[in-house]
């Protein structure tokens, strides 16, 4: 299983950008598949998670922001952020587990089994 992420880069605040998740050995329908975070000196949080029937959720300091969404095919997974604040200055990561996760181990990197190389976004006041 490989997961590359792109579409990251530096964008002023209220700016948008688009993160894509490409997956490879595994389909954004097989479990949840995940986005989260890491800033400089802060622990890795999560973003936003996907299932595997399609619903998701957000953390609350994106929420109304960010849209998680599938693209064309079942090996990709969009990150859209809009109204981007300069909190939102990170590195942004997909992963995906191959076992089922409850509600309650979502949000959790160490459930997570597969990551991709994350990308930087950046968010200039």
């Known amino acids: 299983v490989q997961l590359v992420e792109s579409g990251g880069g530096s964008v002023q605040s209220g700016g948008s950008l688009r993160l894509s998740c490409t997956v490879s050995g595994y389909s954004v329908n097989d479990n949840c598949i995940e986005w989260f975070r890491q800033a400089p000196g802060k622990e890795r949080e999560a973003v936003g998670v996907?299932?595997?029937?399609?619903?998701?959720t957000y953390a609350d300091s994106v929420k109304g922001r960010f849209v998680i969404s599938q693209g064309s095919d079942q090996n990709t997974l969009s990150l859209q952020m809009t109204s981007l604040k300069p909190e939102d200055t990170a590195i942004y990561y997909c992963a995906a587990t191959d076992v089922v996760l409850s509600p309650n181990n979502r949000g959790d990197p160490a459930q997570y089994k597969y990551w991709g190389q994350g990308t930087q976004v950046t968010v200039s006041s």
């Open positions: 996907r299932n595997s029937l399609g619903a998701t």
